[in-house]
Structures are given as C-alpha cells and as structure tokens.
T-cell receptor, first 115, second 111 residues
Framework: SQTIHQWPATLVQPVGSPLSLECTVEGTSNPNLYWYRQAAGRGLQLLFY??????ISSEVPQNLSASRPQDRQFILSSKKLLLSDSGFYLC??????????????FGPGTRLLVL | TQLLEQSPQFLSIQEGENLTVYCNSS?????LQWYRQEPGEGPVLLVTVVTGGEVKKLKRLTFQFGDARKDSSLHITAAQPGDTGLYLCAGPSGGSYIPTFGRGTSLIVHP
C-alpha cells in the first residue's frame, strides 16, 4: 500500500531564516506531487505541483520554491521566511497517467510558525 | 470566485441529529472527492464519486453526485462526536487533473 510522509511535523523559525520541508511517498512510482498551504481550519491553496523529476509548476508567486530531486521526493523551500509564510503545509500525491484515479492522498502536514 | 462552493461554512449540532452539507459548482466535474480533516492532521479521503446520480454509503454517511456532475451532497445520519471535523469537497474540472478544493464545512457535534 502507498504511504506519504512529511517532516518535520512542527517547526518554529525566525523571520529571515531558510526553510526546507520534505515529503516522500512509498509504494507507488511516478506519482503527481503537490504542495498546499492551508489557512486555519479552511480550504487548501495549491502552491506547487510536479508531474516528474525536476518538473515543477508554480500556482502562486511567493516567497517559496519547490524541487523534486527524486521520483518520490518533494521539497518545499525558502531562502528567507516571512511572517506571512506561517501556516499548515500539506503534501499530497495522486496517480499519474490518462485514465488514472485523480484522487489525491495527503500527508500528515507540517505546522510552520514564523516569529 | 470559488469554483466549488460549500455550505454551510459552519455547523454545530447535538449528537444524534442528522445533517447535510453541500458542494456546488457551475462547472462539470469528472469526479468529486470528499475528505474529512481533523485539527492538525492532513485530510483523509472518505469517498470518490464519478458517475452522475451516483449514491455511495459509508456507514452513517451518504454521498450523492448530481445528475449533471456539478454538485454533490454529504448526509450524516445520527451524528456522533467522532464526526467532528472539517469536510472538504474537491474535484478536477475543465480537463485538468488538478483538483479544486472547496473552503470546507466545519462540523462540531456536541455530546
């Protein structure tokens, strides 16, 4: 069965510091991968998605970047965090290819607090 | 403009009551997913509906996909405190495989 991991679970960082959040998926190959940010108790904002190694699409211009160095690894980064980067970050995967189930499966999330 | 509108935004009920939450759009969706999310955790998939008019049941939860595949509903019978959470609907439209999410319905069931 497939599993998705995120770490760290919680992170407190000062303004201006760098960020690296990691997401890995097990039990599937060539997944589509996604990074979302969620405001407190509300819907999801898509930040980045990737259909393959080194292929990143950005949905929202911001202080963040994403990379996919390996097939099942997705990294969210920032060189200098802003207060507004605080939030709950979720990684998700879905099966790729025409005719595949488009359902997304989410990781446990990372709570980021920028002070 | 939100592609998927969920209503109500908030719902606070007593244990044993029934409720329905709605997910509406002017766009056609190839499928719709319903998720439940608890505080501090990632959304967990409840169901995917694909066929217009489809009805799926998951214990006390009944999901329906509209005939035109533009809307969906979730009905909970005899709600329990364990049903508390944020209910999100999502689905891909316009030929994209990337789903759009509604803003969610926050449900609290009091014992």
């Amino acid at each position: 069965s497939q599993t998705i991991h995120q770490w760290p679970a919680t992170l407190v960082q000062p303004v201006g510091s760098p960020l690296s959040l990691e997401c890995t998926v097990e039990g599937t190959s060539n997944p589509n991968l996604y990074w979302y940010r969620q405001a407190a108790g509300r819907g999801l904002q898509l930040l980045f998605y990737s259909v393959g190694i080194g292929q990143i699409s950005s949905e929202v211009p911001q202080n963040l970047s994403a990379s996919r160095p390996q097939d099942r690894q997705f990294i969210l980064s920032s060189k200098k965090l802003l207060l507004s980067d605080s939030g709950f970050y979720l990684c998700a995967w879905s099966a790729s290819g025409a005719g595949q189930d488009e359902t997304q499966y989410f990781g446990p999330g990372t709570r980021l607090l920028v002070l | 403009t939100q592609l998927l509108e969920q209503s109500p935004q908030f719902l606070s009920i007593q244990e044993g009551e029934n409720l329905t939450v709605y997910c509406n759009s002017s766009s056609v969706f190839s499928s719709l997913q319903w998720y439940r999310q608890e505080p501090g955790e990632g959304p967990v998939l409840l169901v995917t509906v694909v066929t217009g008019g489809e009805v799926k049941k998951l214990k006390r939860l009944t999901f329906q996909f509209g005939d035109a595949r533009k809307d969906s509903s979730l009905h909970i019978t005899a709600a329990q405190p364990g049903d508390t959470g944020l209910y999100l609907c999502a689905g891909p439209s316009g030929g994209s495989y990337i789903p759009t999410f509604g803003r969610g319905t926050s449900l609290i069931v009091h014992p």
